[in-house]
């Protein structure tokens, strides 16, 4: 079983749509959560971290389940510049874990 | 602030040859790692260094070395390249609030 699992998807959504994505962590000595996004044969760049409290910024939330060990990804509003990969990361210990990412593609 | 700094962009390597993949970054980051992300795939850890003079191995680290002689450096060294090697290499560095990567290194090995 892997340490950080995502659902690879792909999601394909209309513009305008509100989707969310979901990912797992087994390590329950993780203290910090990051969601990144990576566009095709780019590099990955960080999209917003993940409090526990939940976090928002303009379209889009994070949120943390400690209990649970999941943190979630929601974007609304969907815009065709969401088109990408979304890798989950945890971190702890001095070691980070990225999910394999899961892909969306906003149409028109 | 140029950020994390991977040269080259792209190589093409014979069976058995050597190389370095460099990495460099002005944030005075303490942190810094190599990633090799095979297609359709995640990212794989092959080593890190947590300061000067300190390296560590990843999820990956067979075939590679690295050396961590000053906080801006940090390159990876195939010692003698497989097909099985063929990847697209990301170096990072991590500071607040998270990693910061370069753009990559697309490698090829026939």
């Known amino acids: 079983r892997k340490e950080v699992e995502q659902d690879p998807g792909p999601f394909n959504v209309p513009e305008g749509a509100t989707v969310a994505f979901n990912c797992t962590y087994s390590n329950s000595a993780s203290q910090s959560f990051f969601w990144y996004r990576q566009d095709c044969r780019k590099e990955p760049k960080l999209l917003m971290s993940v409090y526990s409290s939940g976090n928002e910024d303009g379209r889009f939330t994070a949120q943390l389940n400690r209990a649970s060990q999941y943190i979630s990804l929601l974007i609304r509003d969907s815009k065709l510049s969401d088109s990408a990969t979304y890798l989950c990361v945890a971190s702890g210990a001095g070691k980070s874990t990225f999910g394999d990412g899961t892909t969306l593609t906003v149409k028109p | 602030n140029a950020g994390v700094t991977q040269t080259p962009k792209f190589q093409v390597l014979k069976t058995g040859q050597s190389m370095t993949l460099q990495c460099a970054q002005d944030?005075?980051?303490?942190?810094m790692s190599w990633y090799r992300q095979d297609p359709g795939m995640g990212l794989r850890l092959i080593h890190y260094s947590v300061g000067a003079g300190i390296t560590d191995q990843g999820e990956v680290p067979n075939g590679y070395n690295v050396s961590r002689s000053t906080t801006e450096d940090f390159p990876l060294r195939l010692l003698s390249a497989a097909p099985s090697q063929t990847s697209v290499y990301f170096c990072?560095?991590?500071?607040?609030?998270?990693?910061?990567f370069g753009s990559g290194t697309r490698l090829t090995v026939v």
């Open positions: 944030m005075n980051h303490e942190y």
């Open positions: 990072a560095s991590k500071g607040p609030p998270g990693y910061t």
